[in-house]
């Protein structure tokens, strides 16, 4: 045996001890493919970044933190919340000031509960800072966090909600406006122990505008940047798109979109670019509905504007279809396009599809007594989806089938203080959206979160939304359900050391 040979054997020997499951047995037959599928296995660590929840000294915040069980999770974990720092910003200018206020020792009250039972905890005021969260192990699969803020007064007042989310390096935020009597910010949270460097653009009906204010902007590490968005383009624009890109590391982004007339609340990021969407659970009491798009390629996007009803799929009076420039921002008033039934809206491409993201302005109430919420494009429930800090009064999930119909199972947990976990399914037909009576813990004391869970049929979209009048005044925020990414594919195969053999 030449020493080649011998080199190889031993060096084949040594990674079957490093990896503990190598094999030395050939394939049965040369050039058979030993790959099997992907299985889908429960992650093992999650980040999740939670916004400044105000500045308002009347603000009160509620954190609610939930797990769901997840078959094959591990048996131990933990789960935690570290405030960020945070560099101030002028509130007129928004400026930066220079000051860094560091890792504050004050957080909310929550200690993530074991899976399958929510946690809350609660802020008040200004004080609460933005967060930085991870669970790992058995606290990782499809871990949530939901932020709720109630403000009685003031710019942006009513009730403004969101999901904590999770770090990446693009967002889309349509919507947005540097309209007379918006305060817009994009709030960017690092949660990695380098700087990242973040570039925000704005897009109006005319294109970019131009500004190098938002190029290059240093987000510190585990820190939180609130941005105005008024002191990045001069002059003022009722529909815009934000644009937040990274060039080195990753953030956390959300927009906080205040008005001094018709409240407030959080606009999360559109999904991805794409030729059909879907913005599910438009509440059936809208009095004024308003969609902005944003064609981000170089084509423009003729897109066909459906409403998907209780009933099926109808088109709105007027707003047949809209046509979005390539790099501009476009818009249309539906008005109460609802028409006192559930909807969800869904675009579709006319002809040669063209990538595109969107979001919806809800307004409720009339007059002075005006709230307003968002929903952005969001891509299907998928395995699973889990929204938390829901109430038995005042909560609403609307199911959204607009293709093929399909059936859905809706568990909601254990309550945060006591009650039993119940579960209900449901058949949604195609083409309709239905507010649908969800599940409500036996002996429910405190809040709890609810988890949908496509059984069978077509591609399912969801939100959640949460009302809660304060003096005469609607308020209420939405959130979408996408999938809770809490497992991952992780493909099977067998060691093959008889590469190591060819020459």
């Given amino acids: 045996m030449n020493r080649t040979t011998l080199s190889l054997i031993a060096g084949a020997t040594a990674l079957a001890a490093v990896t503990g499951f190598a094999s030395l047995n050939a394939p049965a037959a040369s050039g058979d493919n030993t790959a099997k599928a992907a299985t ?48 101030s910003a002028d509130s007129a200018s928004g400026k930066k000031t220079g000051k ?5 020792t004050v ?22 800072p933005a967060l930085v969260g991870t669970a790992e192990g058995k606290f990782a699969p499809g871990w949530t966090v939901q932020e709720t803020t109630a403000v009685a007064a003031g710019t942006g ?12 390096t693009e967002f889309w935020f349509p919507g947005v406006s540097t309209a007379t009597g918006r305060t817009d910010y994009v709030h960017l949270t690092n949660p990695d122990d380098s700087a990242a460097v973040v570039d925000v653009e704005l897009y109006g009906k005319d294109g970019t505008l131009k500004s190098t204010v938002g190029e290059g902007i240093t987000v510190q590490p585990g820190a939180s940047e609130p941005i105005l968005l008024s002191t990045l383009a001069s002059g003022q624009q009722t529909d815009l798109t934000v644009h937040v890109t990274v060039r080195s590391g990753r953030v956390g982004a959300a927009v906080q979109a205040l008005d001094d007339k018709i409240g407030g609340d959080w606009l999360a990021a559109s999904t991805d670019p794409a030729g059909s969407l879907v913005m599910p659970g438009i509440p059936k009491d809208a009095t004024a509905v308003r969609l902005v ?30 046509h979005v420039k390539a790099g501009m921002t476009a818009a249309a008033d539906l008005g109460d396009v609802t028409r006192g039934e559930a909807g969800s809206l869904v ?15 809800v307004v409720r109430g009339k007059g002075s007594k005006q709230e307003m919420a968002f929903i952005p494009a969001t891509s299907p429930v998928g395995g699973r989806a889990t929204v ?80 809660s009048a304060q003096e005469g005044v609607p308020g209420f925020t939405i959130q979408t359900l996408p999938d809770d990414r809490g497992t991952v594919a992780v493909p099977e195969a067998d060691q093959d050391l008889s590469v190591l053999l060819k020459k």
């Fill in 40 to 87: 889908q296995q429960p992650v093992e660590r999650t980040s999740l970044l939670c916004p400044q929840p105000s500045t308002s000294e009347i603000a009160e915040t509620a954190y609610t933190s939930y797990t769901p069980v997840t078959q094959g999770a591990a048996d131990s974990g933990k789960a935690e919340l570290q405030a960020a720092a945070v560099e």
């Fill in 100 to 104: 860094k206020t560091g890792k504050k």
């Fill in 107 to 128: 957080k909310p009250a929550l200690k993530p509960a074991e899976p399958g039972k929510p946690a809350t905890g609660d802020g008040s005021g200004a004080e609460p």
């Fill in 157 to 168: 007042r009513g009730l403004l909600g969101t999901n904590c989310t999770a770090p990446d």
């Fill in 293 to 322: 798009a944003f064609a981000p390629g170089d084509q423009d996007a003729d897109l066909k504007v459906r409403l998907a009803s209780p009933s099926g799929l109808i088109t709105p009076a007027g707003n047949e279809t809209l």
């Fill in 347 to 361: 675009l579709t491409s006319t002809g040669t599809s063209a990538p595109v993201v969107a979001a919806l302005q």
């Fill in 388 to 467: 938390a800090d829901n109430s038995s009064k005042g909560t609403t999930l609307a199911l959204s089938a607009p293709g093929q119909s399909a059936q859905v199972k809706v568990t909601a947990s254990a309550g945060s203080e006591g009650g039993t976990a119940a579960t209900k399914t449901y058949t949604i037909k195609g083409g309709t959206t239905q507010d649908v009576d969800a599940p409500v813990p036996a002996g429910l004391k405190g809040t709890y979160a609810l988890t949908v869970e496509p059984v069978s049929g077509g591609p399912v979209y969801a939100s959640r939304t949460l009302a």
